[in-house]
């Protein structure tokens, strides 16, 4: 669990670790020493009887907060069901273990019990090292009988597999006649849940918000910040730059956010900590079988990705 | 259930309880004051050849809107589904003590649905106690057998722990023949759902709004807020502070509740009522038994947090 | 079933019924007379070097369009999400109904149906009157045999207390092998829907958009309207009052609506029908067991609350 | 299914069929004239010192900002949901057909399975008459049994008093020993969601948005339009009616489809095509017991109602 | 599964593959022309005491807000649900493939677990052919006995009819005497979903966002881009075509990419990769049973459709 410390205004005025600003910190000097240069050679351009002024960027305006509204609340909505299904995930194999323990006809310490459990946990790792695409090897042969590690690590859809091995469990309880038809059902139907999560995280994962919605967007932003020094240098001399930095860093610095939530499962600073998610996952699992939690080291930086 | 005094469109416009402006106010006196700073020492700032406008205002503040509105959304979203979590802890609380009461095989006022009926309640303030990071072992030992408290106690996942048992109360009805598979798994729905809540809960807790978020919004609406003297003291003069403070009212009084709303199972002022919530629940689910629920104190401030 | 009229374009520019303009029209003389009174004086005003233009009122306009625009919002939710659950009574109800003839294993003009349909309408009546706080005895004596009707009255939590019953009912049904457990649960999946339904009202009534949201946005709109005259009367002179009074019929009217549609249960105009809603239900309820409905005096009014 | 045709960007601008213009057309020819007469008389304007300009216009174009984006997408929320409704009744009626195909221990083409269909058809239509308030007499007598259909047609809910003879369908079957428990329930599961959809489209039906919106909304949209031709004709000279005519066909329009758009089961242009909804699932019920569907005339006009 | 390039902010400004920009060119390079047309003429044009300014532009410009906001959401909303209804044909066609393996009765590689599977894939590739209308016969001959084939080819609905093989093959199961009521039950849940999503798409198909709204917004938008030239020209000169053009690239650009994800089912650059999910479907599904999946040309290009 994460212990959040109290927003105070002022230190959140002046916080680093944490902000935007060290992604975009150099970009926001270059646009500053170009408006720097276009309030210095103003005379010039009027010289070419080119005259800029505020009032089409009101217009670009328009469309830059249709295109940064819609992009931002997208992408939240994709960080967020992603860290929905992974909420769903935790609920999910909570719920087939306690149902394993209390609805299996089994002691609660038996070691088909534990197996079973381990089974939902090495299903949680297998999800995440399929989400970012590393080698879930070393967890499946951590969690299970070697055979069965072996065979899983040659599918593609890994959690799908273990997902059949978790079925198989069941039927194996129903032909001992340790539960009948409707418990299994009732397993069965958090079995689909668990597909579902699968199909979820995937989805998220294959389809990307449109490319054309973020290329429209990034050039908008881009044209409508390096344009803006002409547009404010008539009236405002040499404060210019100020604001063109200032305007900068609010809309460059949504547009880097928007980028890394988009794709919340990957290991960018603000992508979802689907390491510490597994391992609190793992923890409680096995705390449900009164079995201890490996410990490990413990994550502190709370806005770094694990 | 609280009682709501008739919405005076007049005194809804001095009243000072429940106001945000007790949080800001120094804020604004300091805005204010700076403000008149700016008025005062117009002429010598015009002398640097700075020449402000409202011109670039009107850019960050497209900027302003898209924050504000985005993370004014999210964090009432949050907000309401906390409170619709808890809404449901109400209704499956309910459900299940229905379920014990007409489902178990059990009179009405038998031993059994009343240690079940106090086993919701207990769970209902582990949740309470976990969210709040606050001290569960009273509540533990009011409400459950001296062992059990004991060993419900030392879990990290109090409220897993309890449902668990839960579990193992409709096993031992199915064991002593008195309900059947059926039923059974028609009560395992139901901790199916109260697993989802804990889950659920625990994601708002653990999961904040991505803190760039946080820090990009506010820093905006204080950078905007101490340079909009200069934007407005050449056309409006000595009237200006009173306009800075107004749209600081406004701005910042938003971000302040925000910052209380996105958290709900904080102790600030808008965060849920997390222990009136659990007393009505206690409250419900003892009259459904035909028990008197204990009297709390009454907590006679609406908006303030129990 | 409510008969509309069918829009006309014309008309709806004058009608008087149902418009907000009533509710505003002693504010909205007063803020005319105020703006009339700069307009008077707006020499004198400049003399003191007080000078206001349009431009602060765009950037406050920036703050209020978010206020107005989530609060709009969110109230339209709660009266949306109100109106729903409602809807959803109403079809759960029936649902239990044609349980109860087509699965209950009795003749469908047996004497338990019909005391089960008037369980389902005493359940309604009884949440209509927990959330408008009035007295529920006359309709539960006029629904329910005596003793019950008594027992339940002196319930703190009366739909509860029905759904016990409505459990009891089904209890009895299976005890005296009518139906089995698979049956049961059937209904009981029902009586869950009904225990959520009745915790979502409870929600709605009990948890009110938190209070500051509304003082902010109350305040920032009438500061608007009571400013705009001078922000105004510069550019527009004796046209200025016309104005003020357009903008203020927009601003004041949307956040007296709001008012009202906030708190759906109350018995402001535009409030929830609920009187109507439950006679709807006791009718189409008697009408499956082929009984007829108690005529009620037809309300013709639409907008009013019944 | 409908065949739509690929936008092309040019024919577009200039298509007749279809648009909104042909329903604003009178109205905007007089805000075309009106707008001629305040630029010819705009000089005797001035000299009674009543000076219009553009800037009060920004103030309210905040309000109807608000209150169009409001109202269209609430109204647009409505229609989808009506038609999702309307989704979900195809979807449930196969699934129903299907379970009495596949899983009512009857041969496919027997003539329970047809007669059930048939009520699932009857459904459809007595739901469509009853949103629209026709007469489902005619369709009544043609796809049920005599005394059947005479019974129904005496009912004020046709589609609930169909929904008991679906079950009792069910209930003939487990009497007649061909299904048990369990397979009742599955049916019942569904006859519930039909209960919902009727339920659904009756709340859509008689819960318009809130009066009051309406009203402010098109008085504003109104009063705005007819304002414009002051505050422009000042920069814009003769050009004025141009802009005041765009700018009305923009705000009018969208007030139009927004008024038809919100009742979606009535019979306007844009209103949901219930009768070619109706027949597909006619057709799609009558396919899958191998039954050819009765031909209708092909409903050539994409977007006129059926 | 796809491999996304990391984001570079510099490179996506003048990527070309993916954008808009190839689309709208010619258009753009019109309103360019159209553009120092005006420049060119405008002392004439201001000769006929014709004068433009900016002011009626932000007028316009609220509605052009509104519309392209609402008709972006509205789009995307289409397009984002189409591709989670096909994220749930994936799940569910897992569960099932998972429940015929481990609760049907049979062994893992028995020859009627493998018929199910072909049955989900060939349900799979007819939905994609129904939904871009093009012919099934090939896959469904590929994928089903020939008889099938034939049979399930002369139908309108083939997914339909191809659902109703597959509760055939569950009621083969039972009256086999390989599982019973409960274990049908659970099948008949996951048809009912995959019911539920045929009826989906069916419905994105056929219930385009009403016509008028994108006549409406497209004109608006192509009169805006076409008469800012007139706005600008006066204050910014020979710079106007640059604005413009920046202008029309936003709007123009945007009303491109609505109206291809609109209708995702088609065949434009954005629009859903069906294909390549029919596909990921088959291979996942043969792989749950210790099957090859056939190989495909791999598609490269990531945003271009299948």
């Not at 951590?142 to 079925?167: F, S």
Request: with cysteine; charged share 20%; net charge neutral.
């Amino acid at each position: 669990m994460i212990i959040r410390e109290k927003h105070n205004w002022l230190r959140m005025l002046f916080v680093w670790r944490g902000s935007i600003l060290k992604d975009i910190l150099p970009r926001l000097v270059v646009l500053f020493l170009f408006s720097l240069l276009v309030v210095f050679f103003r005379e010039e351009l009027s010289a070419y009887r080119v005259s800029f002024n505020p009032v089409p960027f009101t217009f670009i305006g328009i469309a830059l907060a249709i295109f940064l509204g819609f992009r931002n609340n997208a992408s939240y909505d994709r960080f967020w069901e992603a860290r929905k299904l992974w909420g769903a995930l935790l609920n999910t194999t909570r719920s087939l273990a306690r149902q394993a323990i209390t609805m299996g006809g089994l002691p609660e310490n038996s070691k088909q019990v534990t197996s079973f459990v381990h089974l939902l946990i090495a299903f949680t790792y297998a999800l995440k090292h399929q989400l970012r695409q590393t080698n879930a090897t070393p967890d499946l042969e951590r969690l299970l009988p070697n055979p069965l590690a072996a065979a899983v690590g040659q599918h593609q859809y890994k959690p799908i597999r273990l997902l059949k091995e978790l079925g198989f469990w069941v039927r194996q309880a129903k032909e001992e006649g340790r539960i009948d038809a409707i418990t299994q059902t009732a397993f069965d139907h958090n079995f689909n849940v668990l597909s579902d999560i699968v199909g979820g995280c995937e989805r998220i994962l294959g389809t990307p918000i449109p490319y054309p919605y973020s290329l429209l967007l990034h050039r908008t932003v881009y044209a409508y910040c390096y344009l803006l020094p002409f547009g404010l240098v008539q009236n405002s001399g040499w404060i210019t730059p100020l604001f063109v930095v200032l305007v900068g860093y609010a809309f460059m610095g949504l547009d880097v956010i928007i980028n890394e939530i988009e794709e919340p499962f990957g290991l960018e600073p603000n992508d979802l900590a689907l390491n510490n998610m597994s391992r609190m996952i793992e923890s409680t699992l096995l705390e449900m079988i009164n079995m201890p939690a490996p410990t490990y080291p413990k994550n502190e930086n709370l806005y770094l990705v694990d």
